[in-house]
């Protein structure tokens, strides 16, 4: 075969090659290609490399075979020719196409399936949770009885206040299903953790970094961490507007005093639900460790309002909860919304997928038949 014509040829088959990948990708997602957002696309670079997989194997392997030293090529000249001979570039065909399937797979292409506004049923809420530093003290529970399926604890290590609130939240999180979620953490100020939304996964990380000490918990500042959930609520369009508030002391400090917060949420329809974890009684506080390394606990008392969080929850039309252990910090959380009234809102929602399997596919397969010609049809000797 002359060398115009192999190059012919070899071109063909590297577009009959990529025709055939393209098969699977299209069959299965049609047009979705033709709107796909690359999320990695400092891996279509890597591209450029494909021009030169496929010379190396297809012209360049003439420079590679060995030779033989003949006396006369008569013999030769005079021998079978078969159809392998014309496909011997076909190995270094389809590995290179199978290489532009791999990088466009590892490019990771996401195709949007539909982004739509729908009406849900819902409430909207504000979780609001102390972070002070009293909330390092031990509640008593078995973390087998704790929602969801919890890691062992560290030998002597016992739960304290924040860690089982934590654990309570993500549950409750989880279990809504269209209800739009915002957090509020507080100890000496407050802070907006996050809008009230509806991404779950967001919310369960969020909660889940939460830790004692990124914030200033040398004192409590309900007023605050109310009168803040009450301004993300004020613009909401839910007939049902609720503020949960989980506390383990007494209101010490913040500008905003815990009356007029209560006033505030009011004027935006909330109804506050207080939890309050804990009593008056002396608890176990974590004081460091001893010279084995085990936790070193001391007994200390904090003050608590429950009289406070009562007015709270009664003069906005809500309920104030005690919780002295976990497992009635899970139930007074479950059941504070199943009698509210549910309202409708538009939510916007977007579905993605990943599309990088239908490129894999093709991919793994031509490295795949590359291969079997190697081994079996097109083998060379020696």
């Known amino acids: ?117 729908r009406d849900e049923k819902g409430i909207d809420i504000m979780l609001v949770m102390d972070l002070s530093g009293s909330m390092r003290a031990v509640l008593d529970s078995d973390p087998k009885g704790l929602p969801g399926q919890q890691q062992p604890l560290p030998k002597g290590k016992r739960l304290t206040r924040i860690d089982t609130a934590k654990i309570v939240v993500k549950d409750f999180i989880n279990r809504r299903k269209a209800d739009r979620i915002g957090v509020i953490v507080f100890g000496k100020s407050a802070y907006v953790l996050s809008p009230p939304t509806l991404d779950y996964q967001l919310l369960t990380r969020l909660v889940s970094k939460m830790t004692l000490g990124v914030i200033d918990g040398n004192a409590t500042a309900i007023g605050d ?87 709270i929850a009664r003069d906005t039309g809500g309920t104030s909860f005690i919780a002295t252990d976990g497992k009635a910090l899970a139930d007074s959380m479950h059941g504070v919304l199943d009698h509210l009234e549910r309202t409708r809102f538009e939510s916007s929602v977007a579905t993605y997928e990943d599309l990088f399997a239908f490129l894999l596919v093709p991919g793994v397969f031509l490295v795949a038949l590359d291969a079997l010609l190697r081994a079996w049809l097109l083998r060379r000797f020696p």
Request: net charge positive; aromatic share 8%.
């Open 1 to 117: 075969m002359s060398r115009p014509a192999r190059i012919a040829v070899a071109a063909g088959a590297t577009l009959a090659a990529l025709a055939l990948g393209l098969v699977y990708p299209w069959l299965a997602r049609g047009d979705a290609w033709l709107a796909v957002t690359w999320q990695h696309l400092w891996v279509l670079p890597l591209l450029v490399v494909v021009p030169v997989v496929w010379w190396w194997g297809t012209f360049g392997q003439d420079g590679r075979s060995p030779r033989l030293r003949i006396g006369s090529v008569a013999p030769l000249l005079k021998g079978p020719r078969g159809l392998r001979t014309h496909l011997r570039d076909l190995p270094g065909v389809l590995r290179a196409v199978a290489l532009v399937f791999l990088v466009a797979a590892l490019a990771r292409p996401v195709s949007v399936l539909h982004d739509q506004g």
């Open 225 to 311: 961490a109310i009168g803040a959930a009450a301004a993300r609520l004020r613009r909401s369009d839910a007939k049902s507007k609720v503020i949960i508030l989980l506390t383990d002391g007494d209101s010490n400090a913040g500008l905003v005093s815990p009356e007029y917060a209560t006033h505030l949420a009011t004027s935006v329809g909330a109804r506050v639900y207080t939890i309050q974890i804990g009593n008056e009684d002396e608890v176990d506080v974590e004081d460091g460790t001893d010279l084995f390394g085990q936790p070193v606990y001391v007994r200390r008392r904090y003050p608590v309002n429950p009289t406070l969080l009562q007015n």
